[in-house]
């Protein structure tokens, strides 16, 4: 059974904290992408890799940073957290074919207090 | 600018029949897909189209017009547990996805 797998569910931080939220995928797929979700909006993407060390901007990439050290492990970083981002952040990854389907991780809630 | 346009909610009876629709207006075009996504939990992938017509699997069926730049999800013989949000995305030209906002389908017995 494939799986995303992301490490906190639910997170509390307060605003200027450093928040890590980690995302591992057991496909061996080559993308991985970061998005938020939020009431109203459509999923909009912060960052994606389509490959190790690699990354490319989204959508939204400003106050947040990604790392992709290893072809299953996909980190976004809030180097200072601030009130507007909290969000439902979503991970994804996708193999080598650009018209193939997404296959999400169940979410991290973050909430920046 | 690109645009994605689905309703944000929609109600139905157990048992019945519900179309989602979801038109849109993007540069480019490289296929839509339809995701279920219930409270809480993952997106997960229902449908994926490319050409005109209508693609059925199982309850579930999605439609494509790419003249009119317009699709529909259809589901039949709708279940309690079809009660979830439903995605719209396109693939636009540089192969970026585009997503609409999600309709949120409440199913009433």
């Known amino acids: 059974d494939v799986k995303v797998t992301q490490s906190s569910r639910y997170l509390v931080k307060r605003t200027g904290e450093k928040v890590f939220l980690e995302c591992v995928q057991d496909?061996?797929?080559?993308?991985m992408f970061w998005y938020r979700q939020d009431p109203g909006l459509g999923l909009r993407l912060i960052y994606f890799?389509?490959?190790?060390?690699?990354?490319e901007k989204g959508d939204i990439p400003e106050g947040y940073s990604v790392s992709r050290e290893k072809k299953e492990r996909f980190s976004l970083i809030l180097e200072s957290a601030s009130t507007n981002q909290t969000s439902m952040y979503l991970c994804a990854s996708r193999g080598s074919g650009i018209t193939g389907e997404l296959f999400f991780g169940e979410g991290s809630r973050l909430t920046v207090l | 600018g690109q645009n994605i346009d689905q309703p944000t909610e929609m109600t139905a009876t157990e048992g019945a029949i519900v179309q989602i629709n979801c038109t849109y207006q993007t540069s480019g075009f490289n296929g839509l897909f339809w995701y279920q996504q219930h409270a809480g939990e993952a997106p997960t992938f229902l449908s994926y189209n490319v050409l005109d017509g209508l693609e059925e699997k199982g309850r579930f069926s999605s439609f494509l017009s790419r003249s009119k730049g317009y699709s529909y999800l259809l589901l039949k013989e709708l279940q309690m547990k079809d009660s979830a949000s439903y995605l719209c995305?396109?693939?636009?030209?540089?192969?970026?996805?585009?997503w609409g906002a999600g309709t949120k389908l409440i199913i009433k017995p």
């Open positions: 496909m061996d797929h080559e993308n």
């Open positions: 995305a396109v693939i636009d030209s540089n192969y970026q996805l585009i």
């Open positions: 890799s389509y490959d190790v060390k690699m990354k």
